[in-house]
């Protein structure tokens, strides 16, 4: 129902910074940001709602990303600032999943391709 498509992702070095976007065909859903690094499991990173009035981020990227959504744009950003290695992933946009202040749910029916994020160090 959903169809999502990233971009913004590349090659940085440490302490740089990357603004991911992603375009959606419809908006009215909860959306997020997940990655996954080879070898791991994927983990949320940061969510919203459909609403903007909830927000969630994981713990390792609090005071660094920023998440922000444009409705009449269709589109989704993680402006992502003090890169680090371990940040290095291929990141997902995805929607349709449930967000809390301390949650983001990875069982979102719709996911984009993913934009690969390679944090040099």
């Known amino acids: 129902q959903v169809q999502v498509a990233e971009s913004g992702g590349g090659l940085v070095q440490a302490g740089g910074s990357l603004r991911l976007s992603c375009t959606a065909s419809?908006?009215?859903?909860?959306m997020g940001w997940f990655r996954q690094a080879p070898g791991k499991e994927r983990e949320g990173v940061s969510c919203i709602k459909w609403n903007g009035q909830t927000t969630y981020y994981r713990d390792s990227v609090k005071g660094r990303f920023t998440i922000s959504r444009d409705a009449s744009k269709r589109a989704l950003y993680l402006q992502m600032n003090s890169l680090k290695p371990e940040d290095t992933a291929m990141y997902y946009c995805?929607?349709?999943?449930?967000?809390?202040?301390?949650?983001?749910?990875?069982?979102?029916?719709?996911w984009g391709q993913g934009t690969r994020v390679t944090v040099s160090g």
């Open positions: 995805a929607a349709g999943m449930e967000v809390r202040d301390d949650y983001c749910s990875g069982t979102s029916p719709y």
């Open positions: 419809t908006f009215a859903a909860n």
